[in-house]
């Protein structure tokens, strides 16, 4: 019995023993075929079980595994490879950068890279190619086209001016309907100049808000060529962890990182032409006067008609030159085991279409990040850029006066030579004697009257990453987000602006600047077929804003522009501070990779509400099911992957400073002192609250050659924080109240693959359709309509907000209409129309539709993006001013007799059709026709070519051996535009991004008009 145990006993020893000889320490490094440096972080795992560590700084790793079993090495951006354990019990690996598993990680709230597969709500990526294949300046306009959902509308084609993006329609009856942009975890604000219309002082004396001009928005101060990716998160559920700031979605911008390896020098340059696409058609008939005689006294073309022989001058045509430009950039990255590092250096000047307007803008930027142990990184990141502008002055801000440039070509007759404004003696030469009729010369006004502005910008963040045990990391950003932006408006002595003919010159000085704090605590672990991450956080926000507003009128000396050198002067100093502190959470759980649950809580505390109502919590919860694992599909069937995604989130929206207690402010009417400002006292506001619904479907087929991303969305906002107008018995103008409801509900749909790839030919397309209801479904008692001033852009149309309507609507005068909608004609024979303003449109499109297509054939690559929209009107202001100054194509008419289509009434209340001939004259066009809005609003929808773009790149047996790439392009953009819009482009804005609730699109009044340019451009890398 005891041998037999010995024996027992000794046999399990040996096996044992056996055991143990087979386990190895498996070592080895795991370095990037790119650019043969090592990969740290690299997952390391024995297959089939929970084994797993990650790589060192070095790219060196050791694991315990027997000989035979296969170890798995993955790391985001590489192809994962899978390598078996020999009796050497060394492996090295070369991991090879993916490119499709690149298009895998999505980088989301707090800069957090993640898996697509895990994000259970509706996001796009666009990448650097596309942006930079754009040749855009400002990084909102290189979105047009390529993002499901989002409406871009440019302030114009002037340099440098600015754009603004709103995802999914507007939310805010009266508040901003902008996304919040992120830089690298960083907020960033991006808002545009407005003018100070405070009493007394500042710049207001060019007008209404921000109207006059088309001032960039600080998004654009972002060079593209730093930018490595961009995700655009659209709904509440997105962008849910980022608090009140996101409440209309986020774009979150990831910029370039230095790269462990040898360092490597980039160079790029862009040299680009523009000339203005199109213009309106005017007539060349009639020269200066009224009523068919001509008139010195008139600045109108009422007058006679030209004489054979007469010169006729093409002011409109002959005013705009060719714009030109240059871009260069320069960049250099490297990095070791320990370090990376990237410096880029960018400058850009460019001369716009209309004379003396420039724009330039210098970058420079600094990140880098340091690995001070295992457990310790640092990373961090400076960018300071200048911005400098001259801008021409445009409408229709301009009380009592035309004063744009665009608006005074209008009213220049073609009998007269528009170059010539000045005297022998150098002052300005007039059109007609009177002051206060005349319109300045646009030469004048570019040349005297300038818009000036420089900023100075500066963008920084400092992180840290501490992960003191394997499934715990622990993260603190602080970044800022600063600039100084001082802007000038000067109103030359003898210009006919209202109020200005002895000179002035405003002068805004605006410092803003953002801190933000952000600590997060991330935990990961699996248990069993459970994958769970959990996210805690906390967020400061604050912002100040400073201004001081200078104006200085009546010039001392006419040649000696400063403020110095006026008579009167005054001065407005006005400051603001805005506090949000928020605490956050968020769990992700998924079950086999199959089934992800994702579930987040905000609680917000914001400075800007009463302190019962400052305290607000909004949830969000996401579930998703990958049903081709259920089903046994992948990459052998024709559904490789499906996923089904459904979300709901909340999300709360505070206001601006200072909407609680009205602040005093200096009276300039009689008695002096103070008084109460505009906006009246509101203790109990309350924010507003949004709450969405959304279902995904996500579809792979054919091996992930061909990908369908397709959202339905349904969001609510209510307690809409407005202003409408009181009574000024109590003291105030307006008063901020919460009321009303605004619904949004849609469809997107995004299709993407490579149809076909070969060796040497490849072919990707990418197609994202997108449609948007929106409807104001209440506004709170009495209102049946909502004003907003900054859409108010000529006498007969205006941006508004209806019940039943879109917060885009168009508020007009409108023809008097039987109840059969046919035009009522008076007994004289003319149209008879309502000075009253009803509905008359919708700014907004039914949908969008963006294509992109790009072939490439071996060293050669073509590509190109239609943009259409289908809808949407324009409020053509510039055809209005046409009719009304007699040079429109329209009133080429004159003279001539016509019947109008319509009724007349008769005794008996009835209608019969109208028979009475009538004449075509001057007060027809000016008191009947520019009378009514609803004749010069028209239909907006557009097929464009927006970019075609060629790239060759040089064999490498071609180039020296000192470059590692070289790449050669060149760009047209807005090659072909097919519309039935009779204005210049019905892609407009006057305002930019400077306009709250339904937004500056859809209505074209005095802007820069829109170009159409070529780019031309090297890329070499050293």
Request: aromatic share 10%.
């Amino acid at each position: 019995m005891k041998k037999r145990l010995l024996m027992f006993f000794l046999s399990i020893s040996l096996l044992v023993f056996q055991a143990h000889a087979q386990q190895l320490t498996v070592t080895g490094k795991v370095t990037a075929t790119d650019d043969s440096g090592p990969l740290p972080g690299v997952s390391v795992k024995v297959k089939g079980t929970n084994t797993v560590v990650q790589t060192s700084t070095s790219g060196v790793f050791a694991i315990k595994a027997n000989q035979g079993d296969v170890l798995v090495f993955s790391y985001i951006g590489y192809a994962p490879q899978e390598k078996a354990v020999t009796a050497s019990g060394i492996i090295n690996v070369v991991l090879i950068a993916d490119n499709k598993a690149l298009d895998e990680v999505v980088v989301t709230a707090f800069n957090i890279a993640q898996d697509r597969k895990s994000l259970n709500y509706a996001f796009q990526n666009v990448k650097s190619k596309d942006i930079e294949e754009s040749r855009q300046q400002n990084i909102v306009n290189a979105l047009q086209g390529k993002v499901a959902g989002a409406v871009i509308t440019s302030s114009g084609g002037g340099p440098g001016e600015g754009a603004s993006i709103v995802l999914r329609g507007g939310t805010s009856l009266d508040g901003d309907n902008q996304p919040l942009f992120v830089i690298d975890g960083v907020p960033l604000d991006n808002s545009s100049f407005v003018e100070s219309t405070a009493p007394g002082a500042g710049s207001a004396f060019n007008g209404v808000l921000g109207r006059s001009l088309g001032t960039p928005n600080r998004a654009s101060d972002i060079n593209p060529e730093d930018v490595e990716s961009v995700t655009v998160l659209k709904g509440p559920a997105a962008a849910a962890l980022y608090g009140v700031k996101a409440g209309n979605g986020a774009i979150i911008i990831t910029t370039k990182k230095g790269k462990t390896g040898s360092t490597s020098v980039v160079y790029n340059n862009l040299f680009s032409f523009d000339n203005v696409m199109r213009l309106p058609e005017t007539q060349s008939t009639f020269k200066q006067g009224a009523n068919g005689i001509f008139a010195a006294t008139s600045r109108d073309s009422y007058g006679s008609a030209f004489l054979p022989g007469e010169t006729i001058y093409n002011n409109l045509d002959d005013f705009f030159v060719t714009g030109k430009s240059q871009t260069h950039n320069l960049s250099v990255s490297g990095g070791s085991e320990k370090y990376t590092f990237r410096f880029a250096a960018s400058n850009a000047n460019q001369n716009g279409v209309v004379p003396k307007t420039e724009y330039g803008k210098t970058s420079l930027r600094l990140s880098g990040s340091a690995i001070a142990s295992e457990k310790f990184t640092m990373t961090g990141s400076a960018n300071y850029i200048r911005t400098t502008g001259r801008r021409p002055l445009q409408g229709p801000g301009l009380f009592g006066g035309t004063g744009g440039f665009l608006v005074s070509i209008f009213n220049w007759p073609k009998n007269d030579n528009m170059k010539d404004y000045l005297s022998p003696d150098g002052s300005r030469r007039r059109l007609i004697a009177s002051v206060t009729n005349d319109t300045d010369n646009p030469y004048f006004t570019i040349d005297r009257n300038p818009q000036t502005d420089i900023n100075d910008h500066f963008i920084g963040n400092a992180g840290a990453e501490f992960k003191p045990l394997d499934w715990l990391r622990i993260n603190y950003t602080l970044g800022t987000d600063y600039y100084n932006e001082r802007t000038q408006s000067v109103r030359a002595v003898g210009t006919s602006l209202p109020n200005n003919q002895n000179g002035g010159i405003g002068q805004t000085v605006n410092t803003f600047q953002n801190i933000t704090s952000n600590f997060l605590v991330t935990a990961e672990k699996t248990f069993g077929d459970f994958s769970t991450s959990l996210l805690l956080g906390n967020a400061i926000d604050q912002s100040k804003f400073a201004t001081v507003d200078y104006l200085g009128l009546i010039f001392q000396n006419p040649d000696f522009i400063s403020i110095n050198n006026t008579v009167n002067r005054s001065v407005i100093q006005r400051n603001s501070i805005r506090r949000i502190v928020g605490v956050f959470g968020s769990l992700n759980a998924d079950w086999k990779k199959t089934v992800f649950l994702n579930i987040t809580g905000r609680n917000d505390w914001s400075s800007t509400l009463p302190v019962k109502n400052f305290s607000f919590f909004y949830p969000s919860v996401s579930l998703g099911y990958e049903f081709t694992k259920t089903l046994n599909l992948g990459d052998d069937s024709w559904l490789s992957y499906g996923k089904l995604k459904v979300s709901f989130a909340e999300v709360g929206k505070d206001t601006a400073p200072y909407r609680l207690f009205s602040p005093l402010q200096s009276n300039t009417f009689i008695g002096g002192g103070f008084r109460g400002g505009f906006f009246g006292n509101n203790p109990d506001l309350k924010p507003e609250s949004r709450s969405s619904y959304e279902l995904g479907l996500d579809l792979q087929f054919f091996k992930n050659r061909l990908r369908l991303d397709a959202t339905y969305y349904n969001d609510k906002t209510i307690d809409q924080i407005i202003a409408p107008r009181v009574s000024q018995a109590t003291g105030y103008i307006l008063q901020y109240i919460n009321g009303g409801i605004v619904q949004n509900r849609g469809i997107e749909l995004m299709l993407s693959g490579t149809p076909i790839t070969s060796k040497d030919f490849s072919w990707d397309v990418n197609f994202n359709f997108a449609r948007n209801k929106n409807e104001v479904l209440e506004l709170p008692f009495p209102l049946t309509i909502i004003r907003n001033s900054d859409a108010s852009i000529i006498f007969v149309a205006e941006g508004a907000s209806y019940p039943g309507k879109s917060i885009s609507s168009i508020s007009a005068s409108d023809y008097i209409r039987d109840p059969e909608g046919n035009i009522i004609i008076d007994v004289n024979g003319y149209p008879t129309f309502n000075s009253l303003f009803s509905y008359a449109g919708d700014r907004a499109p039914k949908f969008v539709l963006g294509l992109n297509n790009s072939f490439r054939y071996k060293n050669t690559e073509l590509s190109f993006l239609v943009d259409i929209r289908k809808g949407g009107d324009v409020i053509n202001g510039n055809e209005w001013e046409l009719v009304r100054s007699g040079l429109s194509k329209q009133t080429e008419e004159r003279g001539k007799q016509v019947v109008f289509d319509g009724v007349v009434r008769n005794t008996d209340g009835t209608f019969s059709k109208n028979t009475k001939q009538v004449e075509l004259t001057q007060g027809y066009y000016e008191n009947n026709l520019a009378a009514v809005g609803t004749a010069f609003i028209e239909d907006g929808s557009w097929i464009r070519l927006r970019t075609v773009t060629l790239n060759y790149t040089l064999s490498k047996k071609y180039m020296p051996k000192v470059f590692s790439n070289v790449n050669l392009f060149v760009t047209g953009r807005n090659l072909l535009l097919f519309t039935n819009y009779s204005g210049i482009d019905p892609e407009v804005g006057v305002s930019g991004a400077g306009v709250r609730g339904g937004g500056a699109a859809g209505l074209d009044y005095g802007g820069v008009p829109s170009r159409r340019g070529f780019d031309l451009g090297l890329k070499v890398g050293f």
